[in-house]
Antibody
Framework: EVQLVESGGGLVQPGGSLRLSCAAS????????MSWVRQAPGKGLEWVAN????????AYVESVKGRFTISRDNAKKSLYLQMSTLRAEDTALYYC?????????????WGQGTPVTVSS | DIQMTQSPSSLSASVGDRVTITCRAS??????LNWYQQKPGKAPNLLIY???SLQSGVPSRFSGSGSGTYFTLTINSLQPEDFATYYC?????????FGGGTKVEIK
């Protein structure tokens, strides 16, 4: 059974940093791109970042470029999102999602999310 | 960047109704379009990929169509468990932008 379990969320002050983790199981993690998607309270979905199987290619939504870094450890079957210079507008539930092996993106398995609140 | 616009933002329907949700891209994305369903307090669930391919395990009352800039998600014979919010997402290249969502409510 495919499982994705996020952790690391919490309350952080504006300008602070946080590192999210996503532990994967039940599939060949190293074969898949992976994505982070967030959802602000009461709002829609926003794709945040993705990373290629070997970590050699990453992409970000414009609003987090230069502040967030996506990474992975295939040996540990884990995905990460290092977030810095956090802003109030980064407050959201952060989901990790399994993306494609090849071809167009498709997010076919999701975790339950970890909440991030940026507030003083 | 390509923008994704869904309409309507919400709709009311009855069990058994046929419902159609529209998603428009600001530029052509060929058939690189996915649809997701999200129920309150739950993670999204992939329904349709490649504009019209049904994800494994998804009931056949869900269907997708379209290409270029105009896409639709149709739910035939709406069931109680289908009341949820639906999102389209472009899947060609990053950023993998989502539409704003369509909330399907009980009439």
């Amino acid at each position: 059974e495919v499982q994705l379990v996020e952790s690391g969320g919490g309350l952080v002050q504006p300008g602070g940093s946080l590192r999210l983790s996503c532990a994967a199981s039940g599939f060949a993690f190293s074969n898949y791109w992976m994505s982070w998607v967030r959802q602000a309270p009461g709002k829609g979905l926003e794709w945040v970042a993705n990373i290629k199987q070997d970590g050699g290619e990453t992409a970000y939504v414009e609003s987090v470029k230069g502040r967030f870094t996506i990474s992975r450890d295939n040996a540990k079957k884990s995905l990460y999102l290092q977030m810095s210079t956090l802003r109030a507008e980064d407050t959201a539930l952060y989901y990790c999602a399994r993306d494609k092996e090849v071809g167009p993106s498709l997010l076919d398995f999701w975790g339950q999310g970890t909440p991030v609140t940026v507030s003083s | 960047d390509i923008q994704m616009t869904q309409s309507p933002s919400s709709l009311s329907a009855s069990v058994g109704d046929r419902v159609t949700i529209t998603c428009r891209a600001s530029q052509s994305i060929n058939n690189y379009l996915n649809w997701y369903q999200q129920k309150p307090g739950k993670a999204p669930n992939l329904l349709i990929y490649g504009a019209s391919s049904l994800q494994s395990g998804v009931p056949s009352r869900f269907s997708g169509s379209g290409s270029g800039t105009y896409f639709t998600l149709t739910i035939n014979s709406l069931q109680p468990e289908d009341f949820a919010t639906y999102y389209c997402q472009k899947s060609d290249r990053t950023p993998l932008t989502f539409g704003g969502g369509t909330k399907v409510e009980i009439k």
